[in-house]
């Protein structure tokens, strides 16, 4: 293999020859001699030349190498699902094998970032893909058999002794509750008022469906005058909605729960704030926390969640809404 004069090697190897023959020309050149028995002022002159080498080589050496030192921490510590941290560097523009290095450090994290924001795309699409298949299934035919029992046994109570009623009346409102539980899941799969109502009604109709179905009230601010957004953007905060308020009735054993809607300069910003327990150190990464942040990274958005045990939990989605900031509410 073909190695050019400015490779990490060959660099190391100039280094190397460079301060052996300036020592040796030092040698040659200098006063100094050895004799056949050393004294005391040719070992110290042995001792220092020898120092100032082992000085130079090592200056020099770590000037080449240093950027390799730090490459080697950078990957070593490098986090498996964050964004990694870019490398300073002294010379981005220079031909030295340490710029260089650099330079191709940053260029794999960048095709490294893309890669995974691609997965995340394609992944993220197959998902919901998959709910809205799931959802048509669960409305086509679960919901249509249930509701041909419900029928059926409005028929068989209509014919059926008097002592039966109540026992027919018990099954008709199992069947119901079954089939409103059937409609309510393919809701949360697929929400269809999304698509016809817009935004806000589905933040709207979420959570009215957490209080409806056991958890806290939901107390929902928007902000008048929002932007439109595209439906992926709309999508990605409804879903981190969703997710938000599905750990609140998990987890938080909250009493109060906000939802806000507002535009905060040139983005939107989604907060869920609750009162409940809450919990300290790090995010749970379980937590459904992984999903909302790379949803929220595919329309270039990002996710903060803020907490502290007994103090509750913040939950807050900035995306950009492509359009100039005009203040709070604008």
Same mark, same amino acid.
């Given at each position: 293999?073909?190695?050019? *004069?400015?490779s990490l ?7 190397? $020859?460079?301060?052996?023959l300036a020592?040796?020309?030092?040698l040659?050149?200098s ?5 056949? /028995? ?6 110290l002159?042995?001792v ?10 090592a ?16 990957m070593?510590?490098a986090? +498996?699902?964050?964004t990694?941290a ?6 981005p523009?220079g031909?030295?094998?340490g710029? /260089? ?9 960048d095709?490294l970032?893309?890669?995974?924001s *691609?997965?995340?795309?394609k992944a993220l ?11 048509r299934e669960?409305?086509d035919?679960v919901g249509q058999?249930l *509701? ?5 046994l409005?028929?068989?109570?209509d014919?059926a002794p008097?002592?039966?009623a109540a026992?027919?009346?018990l ?10 539980d059937v409609?309510?899941?393919a809701r949360?799969?697929?929400?269809g008022?999304l698509?016809?109502?817009g935004?806000?009604?589905a933040?709207?109709a979420?959570?009215t469906?957490v ?6 009230v939901?107390?929902r601010?928007f902000a008048?005058?929002?932007? #439109? ?12 909605a969703?997710e938000?308020?599905t750990n609140?009735v998990?987890?938080a ?5 906000g ?5 905060v $300069?040139?983005?939107?910003?989604l #907060?869920? #704030?609750?009162?409940?327990i809450?919990?300290?150190g ?8 992984? $999903?909302?942040r790379?949803?929220?990274g595919?329309? $270039?958005?990002?996710? #903060? +969640? ?6 509750? *939990?913040v939950v807050?989605? /900035? ?10 509410g604008?």
């Open positions: 293999m073909r190695l050019s *004069t400015s090697y060959w660099k190391v190897c100039l280094i190397n $020859g460079a301060v052996l020592g040796t020309l030092v040659v050149l006063p100094a001699r050895i004799s056949a /028995r050393v004294v005391v002022s040719e070992v002159v042995l220092v030349g020898l120092a100032v080498v082992l000085a130079a080589n200056f020099l050496l770590h000037t080449a190498l240093a950027p390799v030192d730090r490459v080697i921490r950078a070593g510590t986090p +498996i699902d964050g990694v870019r490398l300073g560097d002294g010379d523009g031909d030295g094998a710029s /260089r290095l650099v330079r191709s450090y940053h260029a794999m994290i095709r970032e893309t890669e995974r *691609t997965s995340n795309a699409a197959a998902q919901e893909a998959e709910r809205h298949r799931i959802a669960l409305h035919q058999s *509701t041909v029992v419900l029928l059926g409005k028929q068989v109570a014919r008097a002592e039966l026992e027919l009346d099954l008709r409102e199992s069947a119901r509750a079954g089939l409103d409609r309510r899941v949360e799969l697929r929400p008022v698509d016809d109502l935004l806000q009604a933040l709207a979420l959570a469906d209080a409806a179905h056991g958890g806290p939901v107390r601010t008048p005058g929002l932007p #439109e957004l595209p439906h992926d953007t709309e999508l990605v905060v409804y879903r981190v969703q938000a308020l609140v998990r987890h054993r909250a009493t109060r729960v939802l806000s809607l507002l535009r $300069g040139g983005e939107l910003q #907060e869920i #704030e609750d009162d409940g809450g919990f300290d790090a995010v749970r990464a379980g937590a459904g926390v992984s $999903g909302m790379d949803r929220a595919l329309v $270039g958005g990002s996710v #903060e +969640i803020v907490s502290s045990g007994g103090h509750g *939990t807050r989605l /900035r995306v950009p809404t492509g359009l100039p900031g005009q203040g709070l604008a």
